[in-house]
């Protein structure tokens, strides 16, 4: 049984099959999927290939402890 939650008009649910959990969308496709009138971020944390991805034209990172860390075997960074 999925847990939901609604607060004033943002969903909160998480999907018991899946694991998945969503913030404004009542069906996340992802591990963590935020969603606001289609318009969001996911971010899919696999064994294999961990995702963040955003649904608008930019997505800023920023660290209250003045960090950010990637690291991995390999980075890619392309500008389109």
Do not use: C, D, M, W
Request: glycine share 12%; charged share 10%; proline share 2%.
């Amino acid at each position: 049984q999925n847990i939901t939650l609604t607060y004033k008009t943002t969903t909160f649910i998480a999907n018991a099959t899946s694991g998945n959990v969503g913030i404004g969308t009542n069906n996340p496709r992802a591990k963590l999927e935020v969603s606001e009138n289609g318009t969001g971020i996911t971010l899919n944390p696999s064994t294999t290939s961990s995702t963040l991805n955003t649904t608008t034209g930019n997505l800023t990172v920023t660290s209250a402890g003045g960090a950010v860390t990637v690291s991995g075997n390999s980075v890619i960074i392309e500008f389109g």
